[in-house]
């Protein structure tokens, strides 16, 4: 033993390894790592790191080096490929940054305030946990976690290390939104009665394989997989397409969807996961290597009034359905296609954008309009300076919840069984509003030439939850177990944060 050491430090040490405390894969103990974290001062730079740009990330690159304050430091993707080719564009600006493939050894960094994080889903939780026990920042994409246990989790680290947590819906930033959401939510045009998302947006087949796809040498695999298992590659492309396997993704519905379900949730005032869930959907149109719904929809049942959402991957018939077409001939409902419409006693709020929405009484009259974006990273920053998490416009919790809305709808549908459209329509008796839903999904499918007598869909089982242990209720084991995952070692979602 080294005798410079005190028996207080000793015994604190000795604490820390038999309760288990170090954090899988890094060096710095728990405890220290609220006391890594720097004092950001009024002229000092945040020093930010982002990890995972193949796609979205890109974005963060973007925004961070344009904000006045704000330094890039590093960058970390497991891909080689994108790494390199990040940093020498970086470079070329002048910005140079250190390089990793391996996140837990830039977490070990003390020169990092802040990080941002892209990964695919199934990385978003453990990043943001790690990082916020060694006392950085986060910024974590949406959804915030790849099942509704690991959101909470990220809830519970950013309050035990006093960390400023973000979640990537930036339409919480726009003046165009918040606006139109504190209208609506006046009474405006009078009580709620129905907050509806939309994700119509065209999504083609990722084509069919036979055997495992090779992995490129330019990317570790081990890390590229992280929590979830390393299983062979059964599908032609690593990147973007996890988004369609449950192993890793969560549909369009955790994708595109997650922002519109957001919004929805904001509009009806919710905060809470929903005590009552349901999903009908079904993969249709191709036979390829996903395995989420390309056609869906979900009813939440919050007392106040229902949020349904609907997930379209086809165009709105079959005669579309060319790579040229596809993209531009999507369904639209009361303006929208990619948006929420908040129905009303009086009338209407239809979003059809991140910064846009507009209102329409009865007669379908417009009534009031409204624009405006803003920063949603400097919002960010500004929160990370004053250590005020109330400061953020999309603060984790929030972030939590409506990923977690997600998450349900989906344990729902997998947990369903096949039906014939009768057979829903029976289960779906007494529900107006899911009936109404249901229908138009029926016949939106019937003009892409699926016949859903002959092409069964899925039912999703009616689930109930108690809203304040986020589990659900009555004979649903299996679907508790479903709120979380088996993770792979080395890579675990701690329980003890």
């Known amino acids: 033993m080294n005798t410079n050491v005190t028996r207080r430090q000793f015994l604190a040490a000795a604490a820390l390894t038999v ?8 060096s710095t103990p728990r405890s220290a790592a609220h006391r890594s974290a720097r004092v950001i001062g009024a002229n000092d730079d945040v020093r930010v790191a982002v990890i995972g740009f193949n796609g979205r990330g890109m974005d963060h690159i973007n925004g961070f080096t344009k904000l006045k304050g704000v330094r890039l430091v590093a960058l970390c993707d497991c891909d080689r490929n994108v790494l390199d080719k990040g940093a020498t564009e970086l470079a070329a600006k002048g910005i140079h940054v250190e390089k990793f493939t391996d996140v837990r ?3 070990e960094r003390g020169d990092i305030d802040a990080i941002s994080t892209a990964t695919p889903n199934h990385w978003h939780a453990l ?5 916020c026990q060694h006392g950085k920042d986060v910024y974590v994409e949406k959804p915030v976690s790849h099942n509704a246990w690991e959101g909470r989790q990220i809830v519970k680290a950013a309050r035990k290390y006093d960390r400023i947590v973000q979640t990537g819906t930036q339409s919480r930033s726009n003046p165009g939104l918040r606006e139109a959401v504190e209208w609506v939510q006046a009474g405006n045009l009078g009580r ?6 939309l994700c119509y947006k065209p999504r083609q087949s990722i084509g069919k394989v036979a055997a495992p796809t090779p992995i490129p040498p330019h990317v570790d695999y081990d890390l590229w997989c992280g929590p979830s298992p390393m299983n062979p590659l059964m599908r032609q492309k690593l990147h973007y397409d996890w ?6 993704g969560n549909g369009d519905l955790g994708n595109q969807g997650i922002h519109q379900m957001d919004i929805a949730r904001w509009a009806l005032g919710e905060h809470t996961l929903s005590p009552a869930v349901f999903s009908v959907g079904g993969r249709f149109g191709y036979v390829d290597d996903g395995n989420t719904p390309n056609s869906q929809f979900v009813y939440h049942g919050f007392k106040r009034a229902p949020l349904i959402f609907e997930v ?3 165009p709105k018939a079959r005669e579309f359905q060319t790579p040229a077409l596809w993209g531009k001939n999507m369904d639209v409902l009361q303006g929208a296609s990619i948006g929420v419409i908040v129905e009303c006693e009086g009338g209407y709020l239809s979003i059809p954008s991140y910064d846009s929405a507009v209102a329409y009484d009865r007669s379908g009259h ?3 309009r409204w624009k405006g974006a803003a920063d949603h990273y400097a919002n960010f920053i500004a929160a990370v300076r004053s250590r005020r998490p109330h400061d953020l416009n999309a603060e984790i919790e929030e972030g939590h919840l409506s990923s977690g809305l997600c998450h349900t709808a989906n344990v729902s549908y997998q947990l369903g069984e096949k039906l014939s459209p009768g057979a829903v ?3 779906l008796q007494g529900n107006p509003a899911a009936s109404e839903s249901f229908g138009r999904l029926n016949e939106h499918l019937g003009a892409n030439g699926i016949d859903l007598t002959r092409t069964p869909i899925v039912m999703g089982a009616a689930l109930e939850m108690d809203t304040q242990t986020e589990r659900f209720t009555g004979s649903s084991r299996r679907a508790n177990s479903m709120l979380t995952r088996e993770y792979r070692r080395g890579f675990e979602v701690p329980s003890r944060v």
């Open 425 to 427: 329509w029976e289960r």
């Open 19 to 26: 309760g288990g405390l170090a954090v899988p894969g890094c």
């Open 192 to 197: 709620i009665k129905l907050a509806r998302g």
């Open 127 to 131: 990043i943001a946990v790690w990082a």
């Open 105 to 107: 050894k830039l977490l």
């Open 312 to 314: 379209r991957g086809l």
């Open 366 to 368: 417009e009534v009031k």
């Open 243 to 248: 988004h369609w396997q449950f192993i890793t």
